[in-house]
């Protein structure tokens, strides 16, 4: 514990970290009051595509806890971030949350129901069988799949919930195609995340609460890490995976000294 409150910088997952839902988690307060305390560099780093940066202050404020907008950087960001990289000025067809839209808008990304470029699943509650009808024609027609992030469920108030994986899989069968998924574990995003926070990975710890996200995620770009019993991981599910982290921590309210 103690090598792990001497990082420079804290990158965290938000859902079943955080938060759940609209509900704060224990010890949450008390470890960003501690973060900021002990001039701690970190990032809250979402898989999550539906909100903007500002959306997730501003619901952080809602439960009591002010923590300022740069602090926060999303799949739907990162996604953005990719496609603009590699043909900027791209059409794309989306299935998303206005999180989503607006991160392609800001990048100058055109959306098109017509002949798109990429196909872009994120989490979306407008998600209907004839988004995935006009998905799957587009995909046949040559359009590349990407998923916003690959998580297969997600942690909610009333439970575990279907994540962007699970919307992203029918096309897949579909088509035969395979998406691209843009969030963690995917490198990109944690490399962006380390070159925010402007420190090395060796001075940097991950937390989160899946293993086949967020830990896998800080292990393979060589991360401390860091798994909190508060979201979907479980002590038992930790034993179906050949790789460990180096903490299994109740909550991040375990972590201030």
């Known amino acids: ?125 407008s998600y209907n069988y004839d988004n995935i009808c006009k998905a799957v024609h587009h995909v046949q027609n040559g359009a590349r799949l990407i998923g916003t992030n690959y998580d297969l469920t997600g942690p909610t108030e009333q439970g575990i919930m279907p994540a962007c994986r699970a919307f992203v899989k029918p096309i897949e069968l579909v088509t035969g195609k395979e998406a691209y998924y843009i969030g963690k574990p995917n490198p990109l995003m944690m490399r962006t995340g380390l070159n925010m926070l402007g420190v090395h990975s060796q001075e940097a710890v991950m937390i989160g609460d899946r293993m086949d996200t967020d830990i896998v995620a800080g292990i393979e770009s060589g991360l401390d890490t860091a798994l909190v019993l508060s979201g979907v991981s479980t002590r038992e599910t930790v034993k179906l995976f050949p790789y460990r982290p180096r903490l299994i921590l109740n909550g991040v309210g375990d972590i201030p000294d």
């Open 1 to 125: 514990m103690e090598q792990l409150r001497k990082a420079k910088g804290f990158i965290c997952d938000m859902d079943g970290v955080i938060y759940h839902g609209n509900k704060i988690l224990p010890g949450v307060k008390e470890f960003v009051e501690w973060l900021y305390r002990e001039n701690k560099q970190f990032l809250f780093l979402t898989n999550n595509s539906g909100k903007t940066p500002k959306e997730l202050q501003e619901k952080l404020a809602r439960m009591g806890l002010e923590v300022d907008e740069h602090h926060f950087y999303t799949s739907a960001l990162a996604t953005a971030e990719f496609i603009s990289r590699q043909s900027p000025g791209a059409h794309v067809f989306v299935i998303g949350e206005p999180g989503l839209y607006n991160a392609l808008y800001e990048k100058g990304i055109t959306l098109d129901d017509t002949s798109p470029d990429y196909v872009v699943i994120g989490e979306s509650s």
